[in-house]
């Protein structure tokens, strides 16, 4: 009724009208002649507008302001909330409110977080930390970018013919490869020009020396994808690593030719080692200048091995001469990194296989390349159109411009034989993750933010690679309440004695962070990678090692670093476990030598 009347009352007279305007504002209702009443005084006041209307008019701002202050108060509420929210996120998030698999338990913002247990590790220390080791999905994309670049200056650029040896055995680089060494990835050409396609069959042996310890394999194919193995395993004396070099080869051949003689089934005698022919490839994990599939000259010693008579020379020609001093009709014809033995390996199982990547003690990274895109590479490949290129990655941004560093990495490259050198591996492999984690453990006992009850009674933590990788994997594994295998850790192995929860909580944050940025730095490697090769479509990546294989999490962080990099191109590349590059994928390459070579 009320809503006819104020449409209709433009028709009404005035008087009629004013009555009903009263009504729209909400008073009390008045006679006509009230109303004539006020209308008299006004017109006799001289005012335009009528006393009752001016006031309704007044009533009508009032509300208005008011209603816009309390919108005001209540925009400004919702701000400060919100910048609550914002700043409560951007804390360190306490471990009690951690699922399991390390996603935050929900809960509504609109309740106040519960204070801190003592329980807990301080949210200062944590925050400090996460500051100092994250490395987000932009900062990884930038990465991937820089090394594509530097991929393409190390095919380009051939450092190895820089070398040159001096009269005492020993090389040094040239003044261009010096300058050169630190701008670009080596990229290596392993003359490996083909991949096997899973059919092949035979019995082939490999010997991998890798440091300390070696093996000597045989890898029987069965012609459908599938190997079998039998190896034994020998360790190098000191007194061989620094003797002549003849008596270092001649113990690898006469460790072969045990091997062979101890096969029970083939009842093969010294005889048969003379008549039957053998043929071996060679993993030899040591600087080589590799000029063909099967020669390479030793560039220079390390892992504690100074035997004389072997730098400036063909690897291959020392091991073919040992096997001829002992009378064994052994062809060595190939000379393997293990990285490209990884990705040959894989390949054979899973012709896909483009990428092959070693995580485990050492790191390193081989790959599929167009040879077009190989400027240096000076030799006719004779038709092939592929070469598997080494790029001994651990070597990557060595000049320190794009991976963010932490002081407790500078520490670790400090305390190594070869500092400001192999930077990239020092962050993301094996050998060096527990010794990051000891240098941040042993400064926050200095600052009194961990162990303070025990801490300085350790002598444990003071030495250098006390702390191992193994250590940081045990400890993230450990998902009881009072975190017990942490405690074994520290108090039995590092003699950190009365360790709180607290301790052991923050201890365990530390090795998630740093063993997370090495998953993701690794990823970014791949990223690079596959982007250089232009496999986003489709791309199966084998990876060897015991980072990838044993630590927690290590491939599942990887995976997600690719999707922050790739977006949803990453499904479209396979990480997969590979295993025994070094020596299957070696045997591999010496019973394909004729196929994979020129």
């Not at 433009?10 to 909400?26: H, I, M, S």
């Not at 399991?100 to 913002?109: E, K, L, N, Q, W």
């Not at 029987?220 to 039998?230: E, S």
């Not at 490259?413 to 993301?428: C, M, N, Q, V, Y």
Request: glycine letters at 8%; aromatic letters at 8%; charged letters at 20%.
């Amino acid at each position: 009724m009320l809503g006819k009347v104020t449409q209709s009352k433009k028709k009404l007279p005035r008087l009629e009208a004013l009555q009903c305007q009263t009504l729209d504002t909400g008073l009390l209702p008045v006679s006509s002649a009230q109303l004539r009443s006020r209308l008299n005084a006004g017109r006799r006041e001289g005012a335009d507008v009528p006393p009752l209307y001016a006031a309704n008019t007044g009533v009508a701002i009032c509300a208005g302001l008011f209603s816009l202050g309390a919108a005001y108060v209540y925009i400004n509420n919702q701000a400060i909330k919100k910048a609550q929210a914002l700043a409560a996120a951007a804390q360190p998030v306490p471990l009690t409110a951690v699922k399991a698999d390390g996603s935050r338990a929900s809960y509504s913002s609109d309740v106040s977080p519960a204070p801190q247990s003592p329980d807990d590790p301080n949210p200062a220390t944590l925050f400090r930390l996460q500051q100092l080791f994250e490395v987000n999905g932009d900062k990884l994309s930038q990465i991937a970018k820089h090394m594509v670049a530097e991929m393409k200056k190390g095919l380009a650029t051939d450092e190895a013919s820089e070398y040159h040896f001096s009269p005492n055995n020993s090389w040094s680089p040239t003044s261009t490869c010096a300058n050169s060494l630190h701008t670009a990835m080596k990229m290596i050409p392993t003359h490996v020009v083909r991949r096997p396609k899973g059919d092949e069959t035979g019995s082939y042996l490999a010997l991998d020396l890798g440091g300390t310890n070696f093996r000597v394999c045989e890898v029987i194919l069965d012609g459908r994808g599938g190997t079998r193995v039998r190896q034994s395993k020998h360790t190098v004396t000191d007194d061989l690593k620094s003797g002549t070099g003849a008596a270092l080869f001649d113990f690898f051949a006469e460790c072969v030719k045990s091997f062979l003689l101890a096969d029970d089934q083939k009842n093969i005698t010294e005889a048969d080692l003379h008549s039957t022919e053998y043929k071996l490839g060679f993993t030899f994990s040591f600087a080589v200048n590799q000029v063909s599939i099967n020669e390479g000259y030793l560039l220079t010693w390390n892992k504690g091995f100074s035997a004389s008579d072997c730098v400036g020379k063909d690897a291959v020609v020392l091991l073919q001469d040992a096997f001829k001093r002992k009378k064994m009709n052994v062809s060595v014809t190939a000379l393997v990194n293990d990285t490209t033995g990884t990705l040959v390996s894989h390949a054979y199982t899973a012709p896909d296989t483009y990428v092959g990547v070693i995580l485990g003690t050492g790191t390193n990274a081989a790959y599929v390349e167009k040879i077009e895109n190989i400027v240096k590479y000076k030799k006719d490949p004779h038709g092939a159109r592929d070469m598997i290129i080494n790029t001994e990655w651990g070597a990557f941004d060595d000049e320190m411009v794009v991976i963010p560093r932490t002081k407790y990495d500078h520490k670790v490259d400090r305390g190594t034989a070869h500092s400001k050198s192999w930077t990239f591996e020092k962050l993301i492999s094996g050998m060096y993750l527990g010794e990051i984690v000891r240098y941040i453990l042993a400064d926050l006992v200095k600052t009194g933010e961990i162990y303070i009850v025990g801490g300085s009674k350790s002598k444990t933590l003071s030495v250098p690679y006390a702390f191992e990788t193994a250590f940081m994997s045990r400890i993230e594994r450990d998902h009881s309440l009072d975190l017990s295998d942490v405690r074994t850790v520290l108090e039995d192995l590092m003699h950190i004695p009365n360790t709180t929860l607290a301790d052991r909580r923050l201890t365990k944050a530390i090795c998630e962070m740093v063993g997370k940025r090495a998953a993701r730095l690794s990823a970014a490697g791949v990223a690079a990678i596959v982007t250089k090769m232009n496999k986003l479509d489709g791309c199966t990546v084998g990876i060897d090692g015991s980072l990838f294989e044993l630590y927690p999490h290590f491939s599942n962080r990887m995976r997600d670093a690719l999707h922050e990099i790739l977006g949803f191109s990453a499904d479209n590349v396979v990480l997969e476990q590979a295993r025994d590059g070094s020596g299957q994928g070696a045997a591999l390459i010496a019973a394909l030598a004729g196929k994979l070579t020129n």
